[in-house]
C-alpha cells in the first residue's frame, strides 16, 4: 500500500471514527464476527479431516448396497426430480423405504426402495422400517 493511500484510509477512518462514537463498537463487533467465522469454519474443517472414515464408510455402505443390476438412471431421475421440489422451496427428500442399515433389516439402494418424503416425516421415521405402512 502506499502511503499517500495509507493516510488517506487513516484520514476516513478517523473522520468515522469522530462523526460516530459508536463507530468504534461496531467495528469491533465486525472484526469479532470475522474471527469468530473463521474459527468455526477451522473447527469443522479440523472435524472433517479427524472423521474421514466416517464420510467414507458411509458411502462405502450405500455403494456396496447398489446391485449391479441396479437402474441407475431411474435412480438419478429421483434424485433429479427431488431437487427440482427443494428448488421451489419444498423440503422434500429421497427417502430408503428399507433402511440401508436398519436394526433388523437392510434394504437396497435400488430405485424401488427410493420414494420422495416431506423433510420432517422422514427425520421422524430415522432408521426405522414400519411394516404397518407398507
Given at each position: 500500500m502506499r502511503?499517500?493511500?495509507?493516510n488517506?484510509?487513516?484520514r476516513e477512518?478517523m473522520?468515522?471514527?469522530r462523526?460516530?462514537?459508536?463507530?468504534r463498537?461496531?467495528?469491533?463487533?465486525?472484526?469479532?464476527?470475522?474471527?469468530r467465522?473463521?474459527?468455526i469454519?477451522a473447527?469443522?474443517?479440523?472435524?472433517?479431516?479427524?472423521?474421514?472414515?466416517?464420510?467414507?464408510?458411509?458411502?462405502?455402505?450405500r455403494?456396496?448396497?447398489?446391485?449391479?443390476w441396479?437402474?441407475?438412471?431411474?435412480?438419478?431421475?429421483?434424485?433429479?426430480?427431488?431437487?427440482?421440489?427443494?428448488?421451489?422451496?419444498?423440503?422434500v427428500?429421497?427417502?430408503?423405504?428399507?433402511?440401508?442399515?436398519?436394526?433388523?433389516?437392510?434394504?437396497?439402494?435400488?430405485?424401488?426402495?427410493?420414494?420422495?418424503?416431506p423433510?420432517?416425516?422422514?427425520?421422524?421415521?430415522?432408521?426405522?422400517f414400519?411394516?404397518?405402512?407398507?
Open positions: 502511503t499517500s493511500s495509507r488517506d484510509y487513516q477512518y473522520a468515522k471514527r462523526a460516530d462514537p459508536s463507530f463498537e461496531k467495528e469491533y463487533a465486525r472484526c469479532r464476527v470475522l474471527r467465522q473463521s474459527h469454519k473447527r469443522r474443517q479440523a472435524w472433517y479431516e479427524e472423521n474421514l472414515w466416517r464420510y467414507r464408510a458411509y458411502d462405502a455402505a455403494r456396496s448396497a447398489q446391485p449391479a441396479a437402474n441407475r438412471a431411474v435412480i438419478e431421475a429421483i434424485y433429479e426430480v427431488a431437487e427440482a421440489w427443494r428448488s421451489t422451496g419444498v423440503e427428500e429421497v427417502d430408503h423405504v428399507i433402511p440401508l442399515r436398519g436394526r433388523f433389516v437392510s434394504g437396497l439402494h435400488v430405485h424401488e426402495n427410493l420414494t420422495i418424503v423433510k420432517t416425516t422422514n427425520r421422524r421415521k430415522r432408521n426405522n414400519d411394516t404397518l405402512a407398507r
